[in-house]
């Protein structure tokens, strides 16, 4: 499956973006869908993922300002940033895991100004 990410950009702090993931085939059988990003220096983590049930997962530092969607009669997955800081600025990535391939798509930048 290809993944592409849009909806990055340029936002002041405590302002709000919505990240889309749009899948190239069905992703009702994608067992986790999640966004991860990376900041310059540091290593690509974990955002925020949602199973096939609709169960979710959140790092810490983004519990209550982010949520994350999916629409699998659309193919895409959201993740809806409100509150943002400047700590959130990062590369963010599409990642899809059907329990046999882990897929990736090109990131989206999104850069909070304070």
């Known amino acids: 499956v290809q993944l592409q990410a849009s909806g990055g950009g340029l936002v002041q702090a405590g302002e709000s973006l919505r990240l889309s993931c749009a899948a190239s085939r069905s ?3 994608i067992s986790v869908m999640g966004w991860y990003r990376q900041a310059p220096g540091k290593q690509r983590e974990l955002v925020a993922a949602i199973t096939n049930g609709g169960g979710t997962d ?3 530092s983004v519990k209550g300002r982010f949520t994350i969607s999916r629409d699998n009669r ?3 997955v959201y993740l809806q940033m409100n509150s943002l800081k400047s700590e959130d600025t990062a590369n963010y ?3 899809a895991d059907d329990l046999r ?3 990736w798509g090109k ?3 999104v850069t909070v100004s304070s």
């Open 27 to 29: 992703i009702s059988s």
């Open 58 to 60: 959140y790092a810490d």
């Open 74 to 76: 659309n193919n895409t």
């Open 93 to 95: 990535y599409c990642n």
């Open 101 to 103: 391939t882990i897929y």
């Open 107 to 109: 990131g989206t930048q």
